[in-house]
């Protein structure tokens, strides 16, 4: 539950924030107010992970800059152009990219009933991202942030992808490095 409130939430104060500060801002304000706090915390575990950090460094900035930067930024300049409730709704079709991903990529299958929710999901969301008229996504009736929040699902459903090469350090040391990925952005 509070995962699905501090989601939404982020997408409901970046709506408000949307018409005042440019996506870019708001993108590496975000991530730097989470360094300024991690970094008390993370400290400790950055000296102890540091050799790891130092040999996977590149392939975790990245996880951070497309899976954290750039979703956030794809969804702040989504959230010109569509509302906070379209953009909470369509972040549902990620675990259904995950699934698909996995399948293709590494031939594990779902269980009946995450495929099920992967039906409900697509439903939910070609209903709300096409006001009504799942049919007018094939004819272009998508609007434009609809359309950018159903590409920044990817680069988070990437990120998601990524982690099963997330190097074996502490999960701080592990959110830090990521955090400057997505502060760079």
Not at 151 to 164: C, K, N
Request: charge should be positive.
């Amino acid at each position: 539950t509070t995962a699905t409130l501090l989601w939404g939430g982020n997408a409901v104060v970046g709506r408000l924030a949307a018409d005042e500060w440019e996506s870019f801002t708001l993108t590496f304000l975000r991530w730097f107010l989470v360094l300024v706090f991690l970094l008390p915390f993370a400290l400790k575990h950055l000296k102890n992970d540091r050799p790891v950090l130092r040999s996977s460094f590149f392939i975790l900035f990245c996880m951070g800059a497309f899976g954290m930067g750039l979703f956030n930024l794809t969804m702040y300049t989504a959230l010109h152009y569509t509302t906070a409730v379209n953009v909470s709704i369509e972040q549902s079709l990620m675990p259904v990219l995950i699934i698909l991903a996995n399948f293709l990529f590494f031939k594990q299958r779902a269980a009946i009933l995450q495929l099920l929710g992967v039906a409900l999901s697509i439903v939910g969301v070609a209903i709300t991202s096409t006001n009504g008229n799942p049919l007018g996504f094939f004819s272009g009736a998508l609007n434009r942030g609809d359309l950018m929040m159903l590409i920044a699902t990817l680069f988070y459903a990437g990120y998601t992808i990524s982690l099963r090469w997330r190097p074996s350090v502490h999960w701080l040391s592990f959110m830090f490095v990521i955090g400057c990925g997505a502060m760079s952005v």
